[in-house]
């Protein structure tokens, strides 16, 4: 007979914690001027916002934040979510950082909770590191388009190797199947912003050899036709720039906003009143 597995201990466990020591009250409400009245509901948008806070404080992508409100059921208390809730698309974070960027909204509720949750010990800024609500989101969008980026290149890569691989092997080295041969989902990039900095360089330089290489041949060559390596392109020219010849990795402020990007798929439109909440989805203080 196989043995229960210890309960999990709260004392122990920050994400848990923060629901039993934030004291300040927070609610969906405090949001709905930022959101349009009329279309599709939207999420409600403090989950949202613990979500993005846990994903700035753990080092996650959007993608990465999505897969741990869907299986870690710390997150889940902590959002007050069925076990089963399935979560959201990860572009809804990047819809939503967007949103409370252009109506001004980033600091309601973010640099409160941070201030609270730094007194009382459960988020711990490493030496230097900010952590007002402008660099939460900042260094989330950074890391989110670090991993578009890179999954960009593996899926590039992917296609060619079945559509041109003869070519493909003559214009790659070895090295580049440790680099992409993961999804980027399925690791953590680097932390530190210098080692972060030191592989969107390298991304960088390996994506635009990529494109070199595909421009060099003739004009009427089935590889300049290939959708993967115009998406590339098109991401390339996104997050990439060029400078006295030398390719360099954007700042936030110097891509387009989000609903620009080659990433964006859903919309969020309005705050779902409380009546119309789907069973199971309570929106409730925090």
Not at 26 to 51: H, K, N, S, W, Y
Not at 193 to 206: C, F, L, P, S
Request: glycine share 6%.
């Amino acid at each position: 007979m196989r043995e229960s597995p210890d309960p999990i201990d709260k004392n122990s466990n920050l994400v848990m914690q923060m629901d039993d020591e934030l004291g300040m009250r927070f609610r969906d409400a405090d949001f709905a001027d930022i959101f349009a009245t009329q279309g599709q509901p939207a999420e409600p948008p403090v989950r949202l916002a613990l979500v993005t806070l846990l994903q700035f404080w753990e080092g996650l992508t959007d993608r990465q934040a999505t897969d741990a409100v869907r299986t870690r059921i710390d997150w889940k208390y902590l959002l007050c979510l069925e076990l089963t809730d399935l979560g959201v698309h990860h572009t809804v974070l990047s819809e939503f950082r967007g949103r409370l960027v252009l109506h001004g909204a980033e600091r309601r509720v973010f640099d409160a909770i941070l201030t609270l949750a730094q007194d009382r010990g459960l988020l711990k800024a490493g030496g230097r590191q900010r952590s007002d609500s402008t660099h939460v989101l900042g260094a989330v969008r950074a890391m989110t388009r670090l991993e578009s980026v890179t999954e960009t290149l593996r899926h590039t890569l992917n296609m060619l190797a079945t559509t041109h691989p003869e070519w493909l092997r003559a214009h790659t080295t070895a090295e580049w199947v440790d680099r992409y041969g993961l999804r980027a989902s399925e690791y953590r990039l680097p932390k530190g912003q210098e080692k972060r900095d030191t592989w969107a360089a390298q991304v960088g330089r390996d994506g635009q050899a990529l494109l070199s290489a595909v421009y060099a041949e003739p004009e009427d060559h089935a590889l300049r036709t290939e959708p993967a390596v115009e998406t590339l392109r098109l991401v390339w020219l996104q997050n990439f720039v060029t400078v006295n010849e030398r390719l360099r990795w954007r700042t936030n402020d110097e891509t387009p906003p989000p609903a620009g990007t080659l990433a964006r798929h859903t919309m969020l439109t309005r705050v779902t009143p409380p009546s119309a909440k789907p069973t199971g989805l309570t929106t409730r203080s925090i």
